[in-house]
C-alpha cells in the first residue's frame, strides 16, 4: 500500500539553527500538508499546499516557516531560526483529491535544545 | 469557530469488549467529514474510519463502527471485539467539504485494552 514518508524520524537541533523536514507524499496525490503536535497535545494544522503554492496556513505558520515542492516528489518544510517551541512532532500528510481522506505520514520528531 | 471536542481523555477496556469513544463537535456547515484517527505508542497517525455528513448511514470498517447524530453534532466510534493492538490514542477529527483545506482535531482520547 502506498505510504507517505517522511525523513528524519527524530532530529535535535540548537536553538536558532535551521532545520528542513522531508515528505515523499504518495504519488497520485494532489494536496500536501504539514500538521505538528507538540507533545502530549493535539494535532494542529500548520499549511496546505496544491499547484505549487500555499493554498492556506494557520496563525502558527509565521514567517520562520516555508515549504517548498523542488522537485516532482518531495515536499519540505523549512523553519529558518528555531525556537524552544518548535520541539514537536511534526506530520507530513497528503491527499489525492482535496476533501477526500489525508494519509500521514509517520512523521519527524524535532527536539530543540 | 469550528471546535472538536473529546471529553474522555482516558478510558480502558478488557480484551473482547465493547467500548464506545465520544466525539461532538461544532460547526454551522452543512457539509463535511469526519473522521477517527488512530495514534499507536509509534505516534503515526493511522486513519480508522471515515463519515460524510451527507450519509445517513454510520460507517463500518471491520471491527469500528461510527454512531453519526447530525442533529446533535455528535460522532461516536465503537470498537467491538477490543484487542491489544487498539491500545492508542484516537482523535476525533473534523473537514468541511470547502472553503478550507484543513483538519480540526479533538485533543484526543487514549485507550487502553486490558489483558
Known amino acids: 500500500e502506498p505510504e507517505v514518508t517522511q525523513t528524519p524520524s527524530h532530529q535535535v537541533t540548537q536553538m536558532g539553527q535551521e532545520v528542513i523536514l522531508r515528505c515523499v507524499p504518495i504519488?497520485?496525490?494532489?494536496?500536501f500538508y504539514w500538521y505538528r503536535q507538540i507533545l502530549g497535545q493535539k494535532v494542529e494544522f500548520l499549511v496546505s499546499?496544491?499547484?505549487?503554492?500555499?493554498?492556506?496556513k494557520s496563525e502558527i505558520f509565521d514567517d520562520q516557516f516555508s515549504v517548498e515542492r523542488p522537485d516532482g516528489s518531495n515536499f519540505t518544510l523549512k523553519i529558518r531560526s528555531t525556537k524552544l517551541e518548535d520541539s514537536a512532532m511534526y506530520f507530513c500528510?497528503?491527499?489525492?483529491?482535496?476533501?477526500?481522506?489525508?494519509?500521514f505520514g509517520e512523521g519527524s520528531w524535532l527536539t530543540v535544545v | 469557530a469550528q471546535t472538536v471536542t473529546q471529553s474522555q481523555p482516558e478510558m480502558s477496556v478488557q480484551e473482547a469488549e465493547t467500548v464506545t469513544l465520544s466525539c461532538t463537535y461544532d460547526?454551522?456547515?452543512?457539509?463535511?467529514?469526519l473522521f477517527w484517527y488512530k495514534q499507536p505508542p509509534s505516534r503515526q497517525m493511522i486513519l480508522v474510519i471515515r463519515?460524510?455528513?451527507?450519509?445517513?448511514q454510520n460507517a463500518t470498517e471491520n471491527r469500528f463502527s461510527v454512531n453519526f447524530q447530525k442533529a446533535a453534532k455528535s460522532f461516536s466510534l465503537k470498537i467491538s471485539d477490543s484487542q491489544l493492538g487498539d491500545t492508542a490514542m484516537y482523535f476525533c477529527?473534523?473537514?468541511?467539504?470547502?472553503?478550507?483545506?484543513?483538519?480540526?482535531f479533538g485533543t484526543g482520547t487514549r485507550l487502553k485494552v486490558l489483558a
Open positions: 500528510a497528503s491527499d489525492q483529491d482535496s476533501g477526500n481522506t489525508i494519509y
Open positions: 504519488s497520485n496525490h494532489l494536496y
Open positions: 499546499f496544491y499547484n505549487n503554492e500555499i493554498s492556506e
Open positions: 460547526t454551522s456547515e452543512s457539509n463535511y467529514y
Open positions: 463519515q460524510e455528513a451527507y450519509k445517513q
Open positions: 477529527a473534523f473537514r468541511p467539504t470547502s472553503g478550507t483545506y484543513k483538519y480540526i
